[in-house]
């Protein structure tokens, strides 16, 4: 079987439109690929928007998507602790008290 290849653009494409919410099998099924090849695409577009660079290798792409986890763990807690702060520091303040006049 040839093996086919896909242009840098075609290859992005592919993947907005799984970053816009469309699921990988639809998008491979309507591009006419491999839903693995579509899988491998994300993997690597993730990898790099964290500034990694993808590789080959199973076990440094296994560590690299433990460091994902972890960062998007990471994410979530401070996304948790600002929300708190925020609260938190709301709760102090007083409402202003209104003059009453009898």
């Known amino acids: 079987m040839p093996r086919i290849t896909y242009t840098d653009e075609f290859k992005r494409d592919a993947v907005a439109l799984v970053a816009s919410g469309i699921p ?42 433990q460091a994902l986890r972890r960062i998007r763990e990471l994410e979530m807690e401070n996304e948790v602790l600002r929300r708190a702060a925020a609260y938190l520091s709301q709760a102090h303040i007083t409402p202003p008290k209104w003059s009453t006049r009898s």
Request: charged content about 30%; overall charge neutral.
């Open 24 to 65: 990988q099998k639809q998008v491979a099924e309507d591009m006419g690929m491999a839903k693995t090849t579509l899988q491998a695409w994300v993997r690597d577009a993730r990898f790099q928007s964290q500034g990694m660079t993808p590789t080959t290798d199973p076990e440094q792409r296994r560590d690299m998507s």
